[in-house]
């Protein structure tokens, strides 16, 4: 910035030196010789910018864990309901695997349900996710960039795959039982 004897408060100086101790002692000698009355106080920009979002970065961390451990708590959810959607289906299955369905339209037929309320409720967190970035965190700095639905996808990509796990494995499990074993207690 231009720098003008009456204006001796700020100087702005960009450092292009790979030993900045050094470099700060000579800026330090140079103010001495420059100013003597007012001591020689040296910031960096990226402290200070750093500083200023501590706490926007704090609360990025406490929603991560929040939405860690809803994610979690939902996944546990989730595994539970196919675990008993899938043991009380059993005997359908079995009937359905000796009338030579194949374990794909088996996987298929189990995991329809969860896969149409989990597209759902996908639709409806994308839209909830983006109106709260926008306007409740990122409402407060002016110069932010708006939310990319590809950040949105990433996150849905992630829950999706851990929800796909849950069910196919279940569902497979399921749908490859020996339906001997399932339909001899009828």
Do not use: C
Request: glycine fraction near 4%; charge should be positive.
């Amino acid at each position: 910035m231009p720098w003008t004897p009456e204006d001796r408060t700020i100087i702005n100086a960009k450092i292009q030196s790979a030993d900045l101790l050094a470099t700060l002692a000579k800026i330090e000698s140079t103010w001495k010789k420059i100013d003597r009355v007012h001591p020689f106080e040296a910031k960096f920009y990226d402290e200070a910018i750093e500083e200023a979002y501590s706490e926007f970065s704090a609360m990025i961390k406490i929603i991560g864990f929040l939405a860690f451990l809803a994610i979690s708590i939902a996944s546990m959810g989730l595994f539970g309901m196919v675990v008993f959607t899938t043991e009380t289906r059993l005997k359908e299955i079995g009937i359905r695997k000796v009338m030579g369905a194949s374990s794909g339209s088996l996987v298929f037929l189990l995991s329809r349900g969860f896969l149409m309320l989990l597209s759902i409720s996908a639709l409806i967190a994308l839209q909830i996710t983006y109106v709260f970035f926008e306007s409740v965190v990122l409402r407060k700095f002016p110069y932010h960039t708006p939310v990319q639905i590809a950040e949105l996808l990433v996150g849905l990509l992630a829950v999706l795959l851990i929800a796909f796990l849950m069910i196919g494995s279940q569902t497979l499990k399921a749908a490859r039982s020996n339906p001997v074993e399932v339909l001899k207690s009828v």
